[in-house]
T-cell receptor
Framework: DGGITQSPKYLFRKEGQNVTLSCEQN?????MYWYRQDPGQGLRLIYY???????QKGDIAEGYSVSREKKESFPLTVTSAQKNPTAFYLC???????????FGEGSRLTVL | DAKTTQPPSMDCAEGRAANLPCNHS???????VYWYRQIHSQGPQYIIH???NNETNEMASLIITEDRKSSTLILPHATLRDTAVYYC????????????????FGKGTKLSVIP
């Protein structure tokens, strides 16, 4: 079935370590997104990519990095520069011309 | 994208219609209204979207005022499984220059369906 797969679902990290969250889609969508969600908050955009080999910063890009080497994949690296990395991370994709976002099930990162 | 305003929470009796309001007074002419919902600790789910006409699908109806400054999502017969946070966002359709895919979600409305 087509969809978006995020992994891992749960991740624990020590302070000072970088961690990479995976996001893969087989929907043939051009656009992909990473959002962060904190308890009781809405979704805040970290990075998005409209096409392969191109991506733009969202509202809270500091301390994060991404790459878009393949259409299907948009990994997010949470670096040690991110001061408060503990959060729920959501990946999404959309067809370029339409706005409906398809979301993955999320990855919950906890920094110990 | 234009900002939206939603009440933080609402209750609805099971089996009754749930009417969730959204204000988007600064919406521009080419921006669509989208609704998503998020059940606890899951990824958000698309519900419906529209430009200026009322829309209906198997999940819900969307009523957009004539001036497009507000809209209402209607769940005709709410069930316990409809308990979720509902997000209203506005965005342009398609590519309209750099940054056009930046989608902003607010805090949404937490809908509690009461047995």
């Amino acid at each position: 079935d087509g969809g978006i797969t995020q992994s891992p679902k749960y991740l624990f990290r020590k302070e000072g370590q970088n961690v990479t969250l995976s996001c893969e889609q087989n929907l043939n969508h051009d656009a992909m997104y990473w959002y962060r969600q904190d308890p009781g908050q809405g979704l805040r955009l970290i990075y998005y990519s409209q096409i392969v080999n191109d991506f733009q910063k969202g509202d809270i890009a500091e301390g994060y990095s991404v790459s878009r080497e393949k259409k299907e994949s948009f990994p997010l690296t949470v670096t040690s520069a991110q001061k408060n990395p503990t959060a729920f991370y959501l990946c999404a994709s959309s067809i370029r011309e339409f706005g409906e976002l398809f979301f993955g099930e999320g990855s919950r990162l906890t920094v110990l | 994208d234009a900002k939206t305003t939603q009440p933080p929470s609402m209750d609805c009796a099971e089996g009754r219609a749930a009417n969730l309001p959204c204000n988007h007074s600064t919406i521009s002419g080419n921006e669509y209204v989208y609704w998503y919902r998020q059940i606890h600790s899951q990824g958000p789910q698309y519900i419906i979207h529209g430009l200026k006409n009322n829309e209906t699908n198997e999940m819900a109806s969307l009523i957009i005022t004539e001036d497009r400054k507000s809209s209402t999502l209607i769940l005709p017969h709410a069930t316990l499984r409809d308990t979720a946070v509902y997000y209203c966002i506005v965005r342009v359709e398609g590519y309209s220059g750099a940054g056009s895919y930046q989608l902003t979600f607010g805090k949404g409305t937490k809908l509690s369906v009461i047995p």
